[in-house]
């Protein structure tokens, strides 16, 4: 399929989903909604979104140790910001390939190491993102009576199993079959070399230890959006929605989840019996402040520095 007719199949998903949001909910209901936003729980938010974006920077950094260990905090912030802001603009995470390709140009780094770094920073996020909806499952599911710990228990015991077999499988080279591996040799290995932080331990607890912070800083910044619209979520009740928003990420469509992350919020507030408009309400301010936030910056980043429109340029003529 065409990159222009993926692009409408984007849209055309995130439509579909504004549809069935608009059919539940009434637009008067999110502008009073929004009416209500106490700003100081908006600029907590944006503090807490803040230290995340941080610390994801700081985690790729010790992902890429692997690949070049003597890039600088500094040029990873600036690609970082600018391929955020690119995937709030741009349909299918494109963002995520052009920063890999900023900081090759600058450092001369393989396109295809770097893009690795990036796959697992996803892989790990992608774990992450399915044990909160699980956790926060079961802490709604157990509140209701619905679920038991021995219930739980086998169902996190699965879901460990497959994660940890596929880290397994992919560090043995086995999830790429041999005749792909033998048509892209030289590419592929760069590519896997940018998972060589699986083969240190120490450096690998302190990824998933920052995994821990990132995500802990998101699910305050997400409460505090909430909590700015005059509601407050349960440790619980939080985790679930964040697993939900997450899978929703997941589903192909338009720039910065339009469409898809309202229906994500709406959904979890209909599960927990409160109101869908409030929940669609908080769902465009994350879109505006957070991913608003990001965006802004790293335009402010490309206008600003004379480097990264040099490299973009560069990129353009390749």
């Known amino acids: 399929m065409k990159y222009q007719n993926k692009a409408y199949l984007g849209l055309a998903i995130s439509l579909m989903f504004i549809l069935v949001v608009l ?17 100081f729980w908006l600029l907590a938010a944006l503090v807490f979104y803040s ?17 070049d260990s003597t890039i600088r905090y500094s040029s990873l912030q600036n690609s970082f910001c600018v391929g955020a802001a690119a995937n709030n603009i741009l349909p299918f995470r494109l963002g995520d390939v052009l920063r890999a390709h900023l900081i090759g140009m600058q450092g001369n780094i393989s396109r295809y190491a770097l893009m690795g770094t990036i796959v697992l920073e996803k892989l790990i996020d992608v774990a992450a993102v399915l044990l909160l909806a699980f956790c926060g499952a079961f802490g709604v599911l157990s509140r209701l009576g619905a679920m038991t710990k021995v219930g739980f228990a086998i169902l996190m015991g699965g879901v460990s199993i497959v994660i940890l077999g596929g880290i397994y499988l992919l560090v043995q080279n086995r999830f790429i079959s041999n005749k792909l591996v033998a048509f892209f040799q030289e590419r592929f290995g760069h590519f896997k070399n940018g998972f060589g932080i699986l083969l240190m331990p120490k450096s690998l607890s302190v990824v998933l230890a920052e995994t821990v912070l990132i995500w802990a ?15 407050t979520l349960s440790i619980p009740e939080m985790l679930l929605l964040e697993g939900v928003s ?71 003529h390749e």
């Open 217 to 231: 800083l998101n699910i305050l910044a997400i409460w505090a959006i909430i909590k700015a619209l005059g509601v």
């Open 246 to 316: 997450g899978l929703a990420a997941a589903i192909p469509s338009a720039p910065a989840g339009i469409g898809t992350l309202q229906y994500a919020f709406m959904l979890t507030f209909g599960i927990l019996q409160l109101d869908k408009s409030v929940g669609v309400a908080a769902s465009l301010l994350v879109q505006g402040v957070l991913l608003g936030g990001i965006t802004l910056t790293g335009v402010l980043i490309v206008a600003l520095d004379s480097d990264t429109r040099q490299a973009l340029g560069r990129i353009r």
């Open 51 to 67: 230290g995340e974006i941080m610390v994801r920077i700081l985690r790729w950094k010790r992902i890429m140790a692997s690949v």
């Open 23 to 39: 059919r539940q909910v009434d637009l008067a209901d999110i502008g009073r909604a929004v009416q209500r936003t106490n700003v």
